[in-house]
């Protein structure tokens, strides 16, 4: 008997077995085959037609915790699991009728159950054997705990995403593709949400990278926390998540789910004493009222998720056809202004700002104008947000503060000196290096600082005051000054305004609209003009259209408007003629603010 010759003796069984067994031991085995019996890493089984263990070697008794005594003679359903004991005995039974070797690797669930009642992984190769002038089956039983465990760590890490342990994008397709299935075949309804964070570039720029790692480990930890086990959520990168909602009623009830996904995302995030609002942006598409598969599902959510960062109200939007349309033009859009770019057809106009007691021009605000050849003259407010959502506002921003100081070097040469102020976008603004790129900028086209202000929209500056205060008090460092655009509509905190290096504040123009007829919007206006007038700040009233308006201004004290009452943005060429106009018109058009040398 293929016996281990090394195996302790277990003082339970009767001598006469273990005799028997070394006796059969000598007669199999030669000293060499016992050797390589004993060596071998892999446990050997030797089994008999019956089922009955005949031979197991060191190897396979350390695995198996048996001793040889407890293991040889007992049916091989010993170190079977209970489960696969009935369909085991048949497979040898079919083993015998048709005798074959099998390699490892063959079969990738088996198991092995030990002595303590564990199950153990193994791989099974299968060999031939003689025992006792009949057939026997030659097990090599391999424990693959390790293997099996880096197999499910290896799976794991394929569908998974490192950071968060959310499912990836490859494992979303793979669910969505299902989800999409069923329910074109059952007719229910399956929802895909695609969300993305606002301004998360913001966070990592302004508090590193690993803050914003923690953020996006919290966002993930909120939408797993605020859907059901079955739902699938998935970070497809950045910070774009989506969550798969396999079956819900209707689609309105998928917008409710992202409902409380924004709302939960809305709490404050408190990391390394921090504290941060995170607000993210959702789009919904469903299967099978918006599209019938995993692919247009993916581009019909990202559409609705456009739609819903573009309108900015921190509400799920969901696709509709419409929203290709707006596709293709940002995709038409984003490309000319590449061509732009590069190619030129952009241009600044500039819109004067006048002293409202004596008309004199004080200063210009320069506004981007962009003509393609194919698309004719395109107004900001079509391609500035296409320019913010692609990034291509960097770019652009660039040109802009570029083109702004070439020309003030152009009016200095000319003897004119007027300020001129440039607007900067959220990211522009959000730039790391900020102050000493304008200083560069300033100083490649000699231009004095103090004729260059910069615009932020209030809301710019109170999203993060900490980090607002920090890049407009190194900017005030350069010379520049800083003007608070659309004030009014950005909740202002008085106490954080105070501290802002701004010297001036530009009223919104919807409050302007509709003076003198609205009171509440004259209160206001009065209000905020008060408000510069404690804490020093010069006002630029905007949108003038009419004269009612500027003598209610002229009423209130305000000091300087902007609107197309005295011009609308004008090229530089315009611009100059207006003023030496004006200047030529002398005490009947008001006194030229601008200096000319
Ligand atoms: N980041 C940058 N943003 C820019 C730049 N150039 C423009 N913009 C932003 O685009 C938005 C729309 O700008 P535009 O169409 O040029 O409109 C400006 C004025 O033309 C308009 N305006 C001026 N006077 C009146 C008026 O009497 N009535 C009225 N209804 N509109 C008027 O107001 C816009 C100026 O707005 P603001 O910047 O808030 O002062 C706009 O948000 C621009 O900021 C750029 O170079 N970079």
């Known amino acids: 008997m293929p016996a281990s010759a090394n195996s302790a003796h277990d003082p339970g069984i009767p001598a006469f077995l273990i005799e028997q067994a070394e006796h059969a031991l000598q007669q199999e085995f030669g000293p060499l085959e016992r050797a390589v019996f004993d060596a071998a890493p892999d446990g050997i089984l030797v089994v008999d037609r019956q089922g009955i263990i005949v031979g197991a070697n060191p190897a396979l008794l350390r695995l198996t915790g048996y001793t040889e005594a407890s293991l040889l003679e007992r049916p091989l359903d010993i170190l ?47 060999g031939l054997g003689t025992w006792r002038d009949g057939p026997c089956v030659v097990a090599f039983v391999r424990d693959v705990t390790e293997t099996r465990r880096l197999t499910e760590r290896l799976r794991h ?23 999409a299935a069923a329910a074109v075949r059952h007719g229910h309804t399956a929802a895909l949400l695609l969300l993305d964070l606002d301004d998360f570039k913001g966070i990592n720029d302004t508090h590193g990278h690993p803050v914003g790692d923690r953020v996006l480990q919290q966002v993930a930890q909120r939408l797993r926390e605020t859907v059901r086990t079955d739902d699938v959520v998935a970070r497809l990168g950045g910070d774009e998540f989506a969550v798969l909602l396999p079956r819900v009623d209707s689609p309105p009830d998928a917008l409710r789910v992202a409902d409380k996904l924004l709302l939960a995302l809305g709490r404050p995030m408190h990391i390394d004493g921090l504290q941060l609002a995170v607000g993210g942006s959702i789009g919904v598409a469903c299967c099978p009222q918006d599209a019938r598969d995993a692919d247009a599902l993916m581009r019909d959510a990202d559409l609705a998720l456009y739609a819903a960062k573009a309108d900015g109200r921190q509400q799920p939007a969901r696709y509709a056809p419409a929203l290709s349309h707006a596709m293709d033009e940002r995709a038409r859009l984003t490309d000319r202004l590449q061509h732009a770019l590069r190619y030129g057809g952009l241009a600044l106009h500039y819109q004067p700002q006048v002293d409202v007691r004596n008309g004199a021009v004080v200063g210009v605000e320069a506004l981007l104008r962009w003509t393609d ?57 959000r730039q790391p290096g900020l102050a000493a790129q304008v200083r560069d900028v300033l100083q490649g086209h000699g231009v004095a600082p103090a004729l260059l202000e910069l615009e932020i929209t209030e809301s710019q500056a109170m999203t993060d005051p900490t980090q607002a205060r920090r ?14 655009d659309d004030f009014g509509t950005g909740h202002s905190s008085l106490a954080v305004l105070k501290q802002l290096p701004v010297q001036r504040l530009k009223i919104d123009r919807t409050f302007l609209q509709h003076i003198p007829e609205d009171t509440t919007d004259g209160v206001l206006v009065r209000g905020v003009l008060a408000l510069a007038r404690t804490l020093r ?48 018109g002398g005490a009947a058009a008001g006194a030229m603010g601008c200096h000319s040398a």
């Not at 890490?157 to 990836?168: E, Y």
């Not at 698309?375 to 900001?380: E, K, Q, S, T």
């Not at 921003?397 to 607007?423: F, I, T």
């Open 80 to 126: 079977l699991p209970e489960s696969a004991r009935g369909s085991h005995g048949r497979r040898l039974q079919q083993f015998f009728a048709h005798p074959h070797e099998r390699p490892m690797g063959r079969i990738d669930d088996l198991t092995l159950r030990r002595a303590d009642g564990c199950l153990v992984p193994v791989d099974i190769a299968l």
């Open 157 to 179: 890490l394929a569908a998974h995403d490192v950071l968060t342990g959310l499912a990836n994008r490859g494992h979303l397709m793979l669910q969505l593709r299902e989800a």
């Open 373 to 429: 050849p194919e698309l004719g003259a395109i107004p900001p407010a079509r391609f500035i947000p296409v320019a913010e959502a692609t990034g291509l506002i960097l770019p652009l921003g660039d040109w802009v503060l570029h083109e702004a100081c070439r020309q003030l070097r152009a009016w200095v040469d000319q003897g004119l000196h007027l300020r001129v102020a440039v607007n900067l976008s959220p990211q522009q603004f």
């Open 537 to 584: 700040r010069d006002v630029v009233a905007e949108g003038v259209e009419n004269p009612a308006q500027l003598d209610f201004l002229r009423r209130c004290r305000c000091p300087a408007y902007q609107g197309w009452l005295f011009a609308p943005a004008l090229p530089p060429e315009a611009l100059a003629a207006r003023l030496s106009g004006e200047a030529a």
């Open 471 to 484: 890049t407009l008090t190194a900017l005030a460092d350069e010379g520049v000054t800083i003007a608070l």
